[in-house]
């Protein structure tokens, strides 16, 4: 009891941060790594509740106009809590520090920190200067990948862990900010991934993520390895049941990639391969750097490989100049794939971008009727693809206990879906199989099956 007692009062006494993740899983990823940070500088522990943070960090995404407006709404409302409490911090990080440097103080003169991508490991010294009243604090510099030279061993505990072996693009699709807000690419040394996912392992990691804007553009040169070779090392760890991989692009898909699909069972039966637009002159137009047919070849080879294997993708619609006709080309190519599932967005002009400089000739309903017409074929693929997994038996990694339903369990397929089925405790963070039973919108139910 004595012990209950003191561990509450220690934890009232420490310092809280909030943190609020924008974007992709890239995003999620350092926001862990944010926490972890200020958790081994400064003693920090996570709060879901910004109106008791001590500090408050946003961890931004730029890639959309709505997704950086987006932190500027937020800014705006978290105004009050720092007139409530005027030694709370307020730091913001990610794309859009990047992409509006000082703007922001000029937007929100009451933020205290401004950092990037490349510069989170920074954060608990700018805290420290901010803690002596210094105001106005920013570095979003692009320090090569140092980063991850200062990141404490990962605390993230449970089944599913994700690694980042690439950080930046040097891509330059004429739409996109990524490589303007996280820079260059450069892969980190197999060596440091390899001593994170046994780290991982230790936490209890059965799956390995591997991340990166251009994943299979990994490369390190100390021991020429690529992500094949990365994939075929962690395969070799004992407690590693899958693997799996994102985002990768089409123009990088090597013989060798196409050999782990063939070779490495644990490699999972899941490729998600944007193709942004099935229109050969708007994919030129988006410096894609391939052709529908060549997307089209790649998805036909790994199908031959692994006939089941699940795809998924994005979609741009109403990117400078589509036609009626380049719009047919991409719902042809959605007709003859057939995606498992996708994302799809409307272009967004974003700045100092080469496609920011094209004429932006489609009008907003245009946009909205070729997204509707998109998103309404995809979704009748994935729900018939939902639908084909009934009966099946698929393995199932157990995660957690389902959300709304507590005597039931949560778990992946190696497609990621969601499945939820009755289980028992001890077979959290093993690969069980489950029967499907019913597909419903966002996940699975299923039964145990012996
Ligand atoms: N407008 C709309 N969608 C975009 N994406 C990237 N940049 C833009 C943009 N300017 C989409 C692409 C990419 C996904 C992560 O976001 O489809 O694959
Ligand atoms: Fe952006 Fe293209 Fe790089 Fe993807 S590959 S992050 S869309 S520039």
């Known amino acids: 009891m004595q012990l209950t007692v003191n561990s509450t009062a220690l934890k009232n006494m420490q310092k809280k941060v909030f943190i609020k993740s924008f974007g992709c899983q890239m995003n999620e990823y350092d926001s862990a790594k944010i926490a972890d940070l200020l958790a081994m500088a400064h003693g920090f522990i996570t709060t879901e509740n910004p109106d008791n943070a001590d500090l408050i960090v946003l961890n931004t995404c730029s890639i959309r106009e709505k997704a950086s407006e987006k932190v500027f709404s937020d800014l705006g409302r978290l105004r009050s809590l720092k007139k409530k409490n ?19 103080f000029q937007r929100a003169p009451y933020v205290n920190i401004v950092f990037g991508p490349q510069t989170l490991h920074r954060l608990p010294k700018m805290y420290e200067r901010a803690c002596k ?82 994943v299979n553009a990994y490369y390190d040169s100390t021991n020429n390895s690529n992500l094949s070779t990365l994939i075929h090392e962690i395969a070799k760890m004992v407690d590693i049941k899958r693997i799996r991989f994102t985002t990768s692009h089409p123009a990088e898909f090597t013989d060798d990639l196409f050999n782990v699909f063939a070779n490495e069972p644990k490699l999972v039966n899941h490729i998600h391969l944007p193709v942004q637009s099935g229109s050969n002159r708007i994919l030129k137009l988006m410096r894609r750097g391939y ?22 993708t994005d979609f741009i619609v109403g990117f ?3 036609t009626d006709e380049d719009f047919a080309a991409t719902m042809d190519i959605v007709q003859k794939i057939n995606f498992d599932a996708s994302f799809t967005f409307i272009y967004s002009p974003r700045p100092n ?6 004429e932006d000739n489609i009008t907003l309903s245009q946009k909205k009727e070729r997204l509707s017409i998109l998103q309404n074929q995809l979704g009748i693929q994935t729900r018939q693809h939902s639908k084909n997994m009934i009966g099946t038996i698929q393995k199932i ?18 497609s990621n879906r969601i499945v939820n089925f009755i289980g028992s405790e001890n077979i959290l963070g093993k690969i069980v199989g ?17």
Not at 138 to 153: A, C, G, M, R
Not at 197 to 209: D, Q, S, T
């Open 86 to 104: 005027p030694n709370l911090i307020l730091a913001v990080g990610g794309c859009v520090s990047v992409q509006e440097q000082t703007n922001i």
């Open 133 to 214: 009243k210094e105001k106005r604090i920013i570095d979003t510099s692009s320090p090569q990948i140092e980063k991850f030279d200062y990141l404490p061993p990962p605390s993230q505990t449970g089944p599913i862990a994700y690694v980042s072996i690439i950080e930046g693009c040097n891509k330059f699709c004429s739409y996109c900010i990524v490589p303007y807000t996280r820079g260059r690419e450069v892969s980190r040394k197999m060596d440091d991934i390899i001593s994170e996912v046994k780290n991982l392992i230790a936490k209890g990691a059965k799956e390995i993520n591997l991340l990166g804007q251009t």
């Open 291 to 312: 052709t529908s047919e060549e997307y089209q070849d790649i998805i036909t080879k790994l199908r031959k490989i692994r006939p089941n294997i699940v795809v998924s």
């Open 320 to 322: 400078p100049t589509e």
């Open 353 to 358: 971008t080469p496609a920011a400089k094209m």
């Open 397 to 414: 990694l157990v995660t957690d206990h389902a959300k709304k339903y507590p005597d039931q369990f949560s778990g992946r397929t190696e």
């Open 434 to 450: 489950v029967k499907i039973t019913e597909a419903l919108t966002n996940s699975l139910r299923g039964e145990l099956y012996e």
